[in-house]
Structure formats: structure tokens, C-alpha cells
């Protein structure tokens, strides 16, 4: 059983920093791309970062781009999101998600039905 497990949300004020950490187990991942997708209310989920755990490849959407940092310790199967100059417009519930399916057939890191396995979420407050 493969098992996503978030951490690291929280209450802060903008410009403030969080980092979040997504422990993955339950199986070999290293063909995978680990990623973070958020859901704002009343907002479909949209993804956010994204790293590969071979050639450890980076995505990032327009909007955290600059401020986000995707990363992984390999040892730990953990993948981590260090958020900086948080904005009001990042809160959210932050989803860590795996896919087997992107390398496998050339699918999009920005869709969401290309990911087979997502956590319980965390969530992010970010107050003016």
C-alpha cells in the first residue's frame, strides 16, 4: 500500500515562510514524479511543484515560481516545499501527489488525473 503522508501547514502572516514535507512509502519510487498541488476555496486544484526522483527535473507554476522550492531526500522518501514570501493568494490545502504515469507515457505534470497517489492534504493560512 503506498502511503503520502503531508506536514508542515500552518497560520502565517505574508512574508512569511513554511516548509512542507510529503513522507512517501510503500513501494520503489524512483521512476516517479513527486508533486505538490493546492486548492484554494471555491478553486479547482491546480498544481504547484513537481521533481523527479531519478534525474531530480523541476517544474513550478507561474505563480510560486522564484518563491517555491521543490526538493527531496532520497534516503528518507520524503519530498519537501519550502514556501517563501508567502501571499494571501497561497492559501490553501497543499496535496502531495506521485505519478508512475508521466514518465511512463509522456503525460503533463500540470494535470492531475496523470497522478495514481495523493495525501490527505495540509492546510495553509496566509493573513494580510
Known amino acids: 500500500q503506498v502511503d503520502l503522508v503531508e506536514s508542515g501547514g500552518g497560520s502565517v502572516q505574508a512574508g512569511d515562510s513554511l516548509r512542507l514535507s510529503c513522507a512517501a512509502s510503500?513501494?520503489?519510487?524512483?521512476?516517479?514524479?513527486m508533486a505538490w498541488f493546492r486548492q484554494a476555496p471555491g478553486k479547482e486544484r491546480a498544481f504547484v511543484a513537481g521533481?523527479?526522483?531519478?534525474?531530480?527535473?523541476?517544474k513550478y507554476a507561474d505563480s510560486v515560481n522564484g518563491r517555491f522550492t521543490i526538493s527531496r531526500d532520497d534516503a528518507k522518501n520524503t519530498v519537501f516545499l519550502q514556501m517563501n514570501s508567502l501571499e494571501p493568494e497561497d492559501t490553501a490545502g497543499y496535496y502531495c501527489?506521485?505519478?508512475?504515469?508521466?514518465?511512463?507515457?509522456?503525460?503533463?505534470?500540470?494535470?492531475?488525473?496523470?497522478?495514481?497517489?495523493w495525501g490527505q492534504g495540509t492546510q495553509v493560512i496566509v493573513s494580510s
Open positions: 521533481v523527479n526522483w531519478g534525474p531530480g527535473r523541476r
Open positions: 501527489a506521485a505519478s508512475s504515469l508521466i514518465y511512463r507515457y509522456g503525460r503533463s505534470w500540470y494535470d492531475e488525473t496523470n497522478y495514481d497517489y
Open positions: 510503500g513501494r520503489y519510487f524512483g521512476n516517479y514524479v
